[in-house]
């Protein structure tokens, strides 16, 4: 009996003594101490990606068909001014330098209707965005300065590589809320799960340097992170708008790239992949851009009557002629996966090919070339998909056979298949020939 109590009384000795300790907190230092929610990790994981396919996309010198090339745009009488092409690199020695502001989604469906034009003020705009991740990142492919630099800091190279090879660059952010609400208003809206469902994903782009430009033939001179970039052209002013847009329609739209904008159609959001759903399961909010795989050579003409050659986006849905602006050709694309129930799926059927991509889209989905597939990868033998979600999908064999710009215009064949929801992180086989 004594032996009991004896450990009993240490117990409560050290809990008096514990609690008649002064603290910093105590002493008034609050603000040095960590707010309780730093205290517990993230159930989100934000991935940025700058690539059309979502796992093992083409290496940089297998771009272009195998030759490493820069596309380049159409040069001529009513086309692309004649481009000077001194020192033209491959498209795995370009430069590349970006500069990303933020990134947003958004659960007001209605309100983001029409490319985001309803959005008038900071007011809307406070009320339209979940503010997820607001904290600037620098990318680069290369070093900018001799000196410390915004990317050399945040271990940007690192990011680039990681943006580019489709394992994702890591960007800081907070959850999103799920917004649970009860089983009554879940039911009556047909859906089975509690959480909240995301249409909208933006990313903003603050710059986008390519390191390829020049003017009447001498390198461009600029600025990236407030450093000079010599030999590079900022992309974001010249993609913003659509090539012949005038100068009274651009002050009602939003533009292209300030945000690149994924809008949830409703054929996507039948088997959603922009669900947060209610609970402790970690999730990874991936979002994606189309540019390793579809940068281009362009030029237009100054207000200097020069030319300027330069690195762009290419030519996939609206035809640069020389203009000034050749935006609009650049997708956006996002989802969410949650791991711990997600499967991969193996597609046997590749036949190696460097036009053709595997891609992957729910089964309402009948646009296959004017969107970003859900998931993609290219047609090679062994071709996998790491994470999917149950549900039913369609594997489109996609070619880009047309136009050959990097971007798939010809659907080949295409089947369905499911993923169910047990058992959990399963792999399951597609056979698909492709091409």
């Not at 959005?119 to 705009?125: A, E, G, K, L, P």
């Not at 994702?168 to 859906?191: C, H, K, L, M, V």
């Not at 010249?238 to 533009?255: H, W």
């Not at 070619?399 to 298949?417: A, M, S, Y």
Request: glycine share 8%; with cysteine; proline share 6%.
């Amino acid at each position: 009996m004594k032996s009991f109590i004896i450990p009993i009384f240490v117990f409560f000795s050290h809990i008096i003594l514990f609690i008649d300790c002064k603290t910093k907190l105590d002493l008034g230092d609050e603000s040095k101490l960590p707010v309780i929610s730093t205290l517990f990790n993230n159930r989100m994981l934000l991935l940025l990606k700058g690539t059309y396919a979502t796992d093992n996309p083409l290496d940089w010198n297998e771009l272009n068909n195998g030759t490493g090339e820069l596309y380049m745009d159409s040069q001529g009488e009513g086309l692309d001014p004649t481009m000077t092409l001194v020192n033209r690199p491959k498209v795995g020695n370009l430069p590349i330098f970006l500069d990303i502001g933020e990134v947003r989604i958004s659960s007001k469906y209605v309100k983001g209707l029409n490319d985001l034009t309803q959005i008038r003020d900071t007011v809307d705009s406070n009320k339209f965005w979940d503010y997820i991740a607001p904290n600037r990142q620098v990318f680069c492919t290369v070093t900018y300065s001799f000196d410390n630099n915004t990317c050399t800091e945040s271990n940007g190279i690192m990011k680039a590589s990681d943006f580019f090879t489709g394992i994702g660059a890591q960007f800081p952010s907070n959850d999103p809320s799920s917004e649970t609400i009860g089983w009554e208003s879940s039911y009556s809206a047909g859906r089975s799960w509690f959480g909240r469902e995301y249409y909208y994903a933006a990313i903003y782009f603050r710059s986008l340097v390519t390191g390829y430009a020049l003017d009447a033939g001498a390198p461009v001179t600029g600025r990236f992170d407030n450093r000079p970039i010599v030999n590079g052209l900022n992309i974001v002013p010249r993609n913003n708008y659509i090539a012949g847009t005038s100068t009274s329609a651009k002050s009602t739209i939003v533009p292209k790239l300030f945000p690149a904008l994924y809008s949830q159609l409703p054929s996507q959001s039948v088997q959603s992949d922009m669900q947060v759903r209610d609970g402790f399961d970690p999730y990874i909010l991936e979002v994606r851009v189309n540019l390793k795989e579809n940068l281009m050579l362009h030029s237009y003409v100054t207000s200097r009557a020069t030319t300027v050659t330069y690195v762009g986006i290419s030519d996939i849905f609206y035809d640069h002629k020389g203009e000034g602006d050749a935006g609009g050709n650049l997708l956006t694309r996002a989802r969410i996966i949650y791991p711990e129930t997600a499967s991969s799926l193996t597609i046997s059927g590749g036949g190696n090919s460097l036009l053709h991509y595997f891609g992957i889209f729910r089964e309402q989905e009948t646009d296959f070339l004017n969107v970003l597939p859900l998931a993609a990868t290219p047609a090679k033998q062994g071709a996998k998909i790491k994470y999917l979600n149950p549900g039913t999908y369609k594997a489109v064999c996609l070619g880009d056979l047309v136009k050959q710009d990097g971007f798939p215009d010809t659907v080949v064949r295409e089947t369905t298949f499911n993923i169910p929801e047990y058992p959990f992180r399963q792999t399951y086989n597609v056979d698909l020939t492709c091409p």
